[in-house]
């Protein structure tokens, strides 16, 4: 059984898919996506019975989350696997960056899956299971305009390292760094995407597929590895 934050729409809900396409009953989770979120799970039951549920969180809420963390193990009795992929992401050039700002994003892409993981821990200990980070490739190369965004995407890179040793040898904890996947929902950020996709090696945008299929190697396929984090990025990463 797989829990997937932030799963009602675009990546995450591929990821959902996909995971669900391996046989995993999967934990749809969302904010404000209700009628998504539902949309996502009916369409998956229709397949295999009682095989998807949606769990609603705010994820910058410490009850919320530890909420979840209890909902996602009594759903059906346990927890296997954890993909933090819920996410915010707008600009925050310098001068403009102010608290609530700094607050929202950390707290998406860096408190959220600290404390989600923190609090699954104890069900992934039991079935001895995996967690995946959705990193960014920002991480390594911070995005003009995105500094926020990129510092708090570097820390969720360091912090799979670092919980890859804290829950080992029960737990893996591996990550995956998407380059140009989507084009973004605020048109403001349009030209910043294209410019990302005319940087990687194979000048094309990729497909959410990309980090899914990742995602399920990582999760059911890579008994051996841990604190990873994998770039899909189309060879942006390889460029200067």
Request: charged share 20%; aromatic share 6%.
């Amino acid at each position: 059984m797989v829990l997937v934050t932030g799963s009602a729409r675009r990546v995450g809900a591929t990821i959902a898919r996909w995971l669900h396409d391996e046989g995993l009953r999967v934990l749809i989770h969302y904010r404000g996506s209700r009628d998504d979120a539902a949309a996502l799970a009916d369409s998956l039951n229709a397949r295999r019975e009682d095989s998807a549920r949606i769990l609603q969180a705010d994820l910058l809420n410490l009850n919320d989350i530890q909420h979840l963390a209890r909902e996602a193990e009594e759903a059906w009795g346990r927890l296997d696997y954890l993909v933090n992929n819920a996410s915010t992401f707008y600009a925050t050039p310098v001068g403009e960056i102010d608290t609530q700002a700094w607050d929202d994003l950390v707290g998406s892409n860096l408190k959220a899956p600290t404390f989600l993981t923190q609090a699954c821990a104890p069900a992934l200990v039991r079935t001895r299971g995996a967690v995946v980070n959705i990193v960014d490739i920002h991480a390594l190369r911070p995005l003009k305009g995105y500094p926020v965004y990129s510092a708090a995407k570097a820390g969720l890179w360091a912090l799979t390292q670092a919980y890859a040793r804290e829950l080992g040898p029960d737990v893996r904890v591996n990550g995956v760094a998407p380059g140009a996947i989507l084009s973004p929902e605020d048109p403001t950020n349009a030209g910043t995407h294209e410019a990302m996709v005319e940087r990687t090696a194979l000048k094309r945008e990729g497909h959410p597929d990309d980090i899914a299929r990742t995602v399920r190697f990582l999760l059911l396929d890579a008994p051996y590895i841990t604190g990873q984090v994998i770039p899909v990025d189309g060879g942006r990463s390889a460029s200067q």
